[in-house]
């Protein structure tokens, strides 16, 4: 049986998606519309506000749901941790919570 070890912090960007991340979750396609629509929001509150509504309805619904996600880790912080591991060459690897880490990285943890 392996050695557990709790990280509390690490800065999203240092976290890469496993290998073995869930096929489409989140899409790329997903990530990518969220990040295109907080640009041309100015900022993720933009977007998810009542101004925002119009670039907001314009997103599909899994980017919908992924720019929600990435609001409420910005306003509450990750309430549910990643699961995180240490790869064979030393960096950090998501093992769960692929979403919520997509959604931290657009939020700008």
Not at 12 to 37: H, I, L
């Amino acid at each position: 049986e392996g050695e557990r070890v709790v990280v509390e912090h690490v800065p999203a960007a240092a976290v890469r998606p496993s290998p073995f991340q869930p096929k489409g979750r989140p899409s790329v396609a997903a990530v990518e519309a969220v990040r295109r629509a907080i640009v041309e929001a100015g900022s993720l509150a933009a977007l998810t506000s009542p101004e925002g509504a119009t670039l907001f309805a314009r997103l599909a619904p899994d980017a919908a749901r992924l720019a929600e996600l990435a609001f409420d880790v910005a306003e509450h912080g990750m309430r549910i941790p990643i699961e995180i591991r240490v790869a064979d060459d030393g960096s950090l690897e998501c093992l769960s919570g692929h979403r919520r880490l997509a959604a931290a990285k657009l939020a700008g943890m």
